[in-house]
């Protein structure tokens, strides 16, 4: 089947640390991959995408590039912030080249950042 | 207004009741989207509909829960006979294939079912 499948949280880190968080999917064809990011007490937000294998897709320093031979999207940034608390969410949708159709959406991982 | 808005923002009902909650896209948006986020399931994918085409339902998880878009702007979820596990909060998206097709998701509707 199609799935999202992202490294259990929570994950907590000291300000100006390395964030990794893994993604990987199952799927069939070739589909897009995002990176949603929802912060305390607001609504899902799009943090970066990548719609093509070997694609890289960056944000707010945040970058994740899509791994054909993998089936992975990793989440990284070099040097994480308080302000970067929140929780992250894989995802991918059916049709590769576009933002288009359905999300399938990983569990989702909490980042708390301490000072 | 300038992104999608949905209503209401809380809701709590009585096992049994029926509700709406109501979801307006940006304007201009051919696509909308339902999800559903809870504890248990986390990101839920329900419904979605594109254009004039019949929407896509398989999301759906029982037939106490139907949606319509009217005039290919708002989109009204309706659960049917609550039930406690309907508790949840439900997230309502659009976007336009002119903009790549990125989604813009609602504030979302915490319905608690008691």
């Known amino acids: 089947g199609n799935s999202v499948t992202q490294m259990e949280g929570p994950v907590t880190l000291s300000e100006e640390a390395f964030l990794t968080i893994n993604c990987t999917y199952t799927a069939t064809g070739y589909p897009s991959l995002f990176w949603y990011v929802q912060y305390p007490g607001e609504g899902l937000q799009l943090l970066l995408k990548a719609t093509k294998a070997d694609d890289k897709g960056s944000n707010k320093g945040f970058e994740a590039t899509y791994r054909k031979e993998t089936t992975s999207f990793h989440l990284e940034k070099g040097s994480v912030q308080v302000s970067d608390s929140a929780v992250y969410f894989c995802a991918r949708t059916n049709a590769g080249g576009t933002s288009y159709g359905k999300l399938t959406f990983g569990q989702g991982t909490i980042l708390t950042v301490h000072p | 207004g300038a992104g999608v808005s949905q209503s209401p923002s809380n809701k709590v009902t009585e096992k049994g009741k029926d509700v709406e909650l109501r979801c307006d896209p940006i304007?201009?948006?051919?696509?909308l989207y339902w999800y559903r986020q809870s504890l248990g399931q986390g990101l839920e994918f329900l419904i979605y509909f594109q254009g004039n085409s019949a929407p896509d339902k398989s999301g759906l998880p029982s037939d106490r829960f139907s949606a319509e878009r009217t005039g290919g702007s708002v989109s009204t979820l309706t659960i049917q006979r609550t039930q406690q596990e309907d508790s949840a909060v439900y997230l309502c998206?659009?976007?336009?294939?002119?903009?790549?097709?990125?989604?813009?998701f609602g504030p979302g509707t915490r319905l608690t079912v008691l």
């Open positions: 304007s201009g948006h051919t696509a």
């Open positions: 998206a659009s976007s336009s294939l002119a903009g790549g097709g990125e989604q813009f």
